[in-house]
């Protein structure tokens, strides 16, 4: 729920700050979210304030990496293979790299770094995605959510009855959060007759949209700070911890 928070906020927070032309309040987020990923590389563990801080961040700033390249001129299939390719080179050095894709197996800066470069690329993947969903192939933002709703259990579905592995599954899960999370902020802040996106929305205005984001967005990570809901206390790891790790160390699931 989280997750789809993040990505929802990051695509009305975009929206509102680039369309506006709040260029200082780009600036002051941006300046923000430098401040929020040098206290997440400073945990030594899962936090879940710096965390999810951190992933809001890559949410707004992921999107208007892919904003920036549409409002640009190009072609938004063509922004969708070129955000596909990346996300698919990350995650092939990482794997080449560190043998490995497991959130589980996250125990070093290294590996930290590919997360969060993973993480990027694939806010900016679904971006593209979902823009072109909701605009090219014309579905519009409400057939999009229906779109992404269902193809987000697929995973699910295939990894319970065996026939997906458990890090693919996650992060086919975790790609496809951000258009699904996407469309449903379009939907509510995109005015009642959009004729570019098939449809339009419900005309709230991505500036309440981002407001009411946060202050739930705040209301869920206090709860997870507090109740840990999210945190193992010991998992079972199946590769070796480096040096200086307990291999009982506090991970997120």
């Given at each position: ?32 979210c ?24 890559v ?35 990482w ?30 993947l ?25 193809a ?6 295939l ?5 997906l592995?458990?890090v693919?599954a ?7 959060t ?12 995109k005015?009642?007759?959009d004729d ?7 005309g709230l ?15 869920l ?21 480096p040096p ?10």
């Amino acid at each position: 729920m989280v997750k789809l928070l993040t990505t929802a906020l990051g695509e009305s927070a975009s929206d509102y700050m680039l369309k506006g032309g709040h260029w200082i309040l780009i600036i002051l987020t941006l300046i923000a979210c430098i401040g929020v990923f040098v206290w997440q590389f400073r945990t030594s563990r899962y936090q879940a304030i710096p965390y999810w801080s951190a992933v809001a961040g890559v949410a707004v700033f992921g999107t208007i990496a892919a904003d920036a390249v549409v409002h640009a001129g190009v072609p938004i299939p063509v922004v969708a293979v070129a955000y596909a390719a990346v996300t698919a080179f990350v995650l092939t050095l990482w794997r080449r790299s560190e043998g490995t894709l497991s959130v589980h197996s996250i125990t070093t800066r290294r590996r930290e770094k590919f997360y969060w470069l993973t993480v990027m690329a694939t806010f900016s993947l679904g971006t593209a995605v979902g823009d072109l969903t909701a605009d090219t192939l014309g579905l519009g933002f409400l057939g999009s959510i229906v779109l992404f709703s269902i193809a987000i259990v697929i995973p699910w579905m295939l990894h319970r009855r065996g026939y997906l592995h458990p890090v693919a599954a996650f992060w086919a899960s975790y790609a496809l959060t951000r258009p699904l999370g996407a469309s449903v902020a379009d939907w509510l802040g995109k005015p009642v007759h959009d004729d570019g996106y098939g449809g339009g929305g419900l005309g709230l205005g991505e500036g309440p949209v981002t407001l009411g984001g946060i202050a739930l967005f705040v209301v869920l990570v206090a709860y997870l700070a507090i109740k840990r809901p999210d945190v193992q206390e010991t998992i079972e790891v199946t590769e070796p911890s480096p040096p200086g790790l307990p291999s009982n160390a506090v991970r997120p699931r």
